[in-house]
């Protein structure tokens, strides 16, 4: 499970620093960390995780979200112990439209429910609008995921609709709801409000 602590951690950057998480690089040391976290039943359900991957799969993976320019992939770790407890990622940045997917996990029942994922998501979003120049931000999230649900709704993101039977787990199908939140949406929420 994604919930060690990294030897390397307090060596390695934090690129955005929250009052109870931190988000910091992915790098090959990590591979073993990311791994584990992909056999988790409960994250593969959340996240529709269908295939596994080998170690080797894994370590190539990260090493090419080092190279790619069209997304950002971080480690969330805990401030007050350094302990890795998922991850958030910006994909498919899309320069010309100004839009982009952000999904996240928090890995192990006892890390979700504490706000530590909405924490993560508020700074990647800030990046995302404030540094990455994006005026769209949009995410799936499966019908069975009321949490993360409720949790991606109180943040400020709208429904947009609904992909009818998209994800086919466990011997049923379920439905993606798409929702998305505009640079302008986020700005009055939290950039404007923390003027004032």
């Known amino acids: 499970m994604m919930t060690q602590k990294s030897s390397s951690t307090t060596s390695v950057a934090r690129l955005l620093e929250g009052s109870r998480v931190y988000l910091r690089p992915i790098h090959v040391e990590d591979t073993e960390l990311y791994y584990n976290t992909l056999f988790d039943q409960d994250v593969r359900r959340m996240t529709g995780t269908q295939r596994s991957f ?108 609904a992909q009818r039977d998209a994800l086919f787990y466990n011997h049923q199908y379920h439905d993606s709801i798409l929702m998305s939140m505009l640079s302008s949406e986020y700005r009055v929420r939290y950039v404007e409000k923390a003027e004032n």
């Open 54 to 161: 080998t170690k080797d799969q894994i370590g190539r993976y990260i090493e090419s979200k080092g190279q790619d320019t069209s997304s950002l992939l971080l480690l969330i770790a805990l401030q007050e112990d350094d302990r890795i407890i998922g991850d958030i990622a910006l994909q498919d940045m899309d320069s010309l439209n100004r839009s982009a997917n952000i999904r996240i996990a928090i890995n192990e029942q006892e890390n979700q429910g504490k706000g530590y994922g909405t924490e993560a998501l508020v700074l990647m979003l800030d990046h995302g609008f404030g540094i990455c120049n994006l005026h769209r931000i949009e995410l799936n999230v499966y019908d069975f995921n009321e949490r993360a649900i409720r949790c991606y709704e109180k943040i400020g993101f709208q429904r947009e609709g």
